[in-house]
């Protein structure tokens, strides 16, 4: 079992940064492809960014390619994810998750395992 916990939210203004953290145990990291998520109020939970287990290949949703960078640290078990020049469309619940040894389909939230709870991002104009 693993557990994910993010941390990192928070509010900014349009045209901001912020890095979100998502802290894993319990399980073997390296062998996870991780991925962020996000959902906004009385949408689905969307796709925004993954990392490979392998660490050599990154997926971006268009809405943030060239604004949010992701990474890890196999070391310290955490995913990353700098977001800058965020707008309020950016406004969400992000979630970290967890999925073990998968290298496609890695926009599908049904192809991951562990979910984290969630950290509050909100941009204002």
């Known amino acids: 079992q693993v557990q994910l916990v993010e941390s990192g939210g928070g509010l900014v203004q349009a045209g901001g940064s912020l890095r979100l953290s998502c802290a894993a145990s319990?399980?073997?990291?390296?062998?996870?492809?991780m991925g962020w998520f996000r959902q906004a109020p009385g949408k689905e939970r969307e796709f925004v960014s993954a990392?490979?287990?392998?660490?050599?290949?990154?997926y971006y949703a268009d809405s943030v390619k060239g604004r949010f960078t992701i990474s890890r640290d196999n070391a310290k078990n955490t995913v990353y994810l700098q977001m800058n020049s965020l707008k309020p469309e950016d406004t969400a619940v992000y979630y970290c998750?967890?999925?073990?040894?998968?290298?496609?389909?890695?926009?599908?939230?049904?192809?991951?395992?562990?979910w984290g709870q969630g950290t509050q991002v909100t941009v204002s104009s």
């Open positions: 998750a967890a999925a073990f040894l998968i290298t496609v389909a890695v926009t599908r939230p049904s192809e991951y395992d562990f």
């Open positions: 319990g399980g073997t990291f390296s062998s996870y492809t």
């Open positions: 990392i490979t287990w392998t660490g050599t290949n990154t």
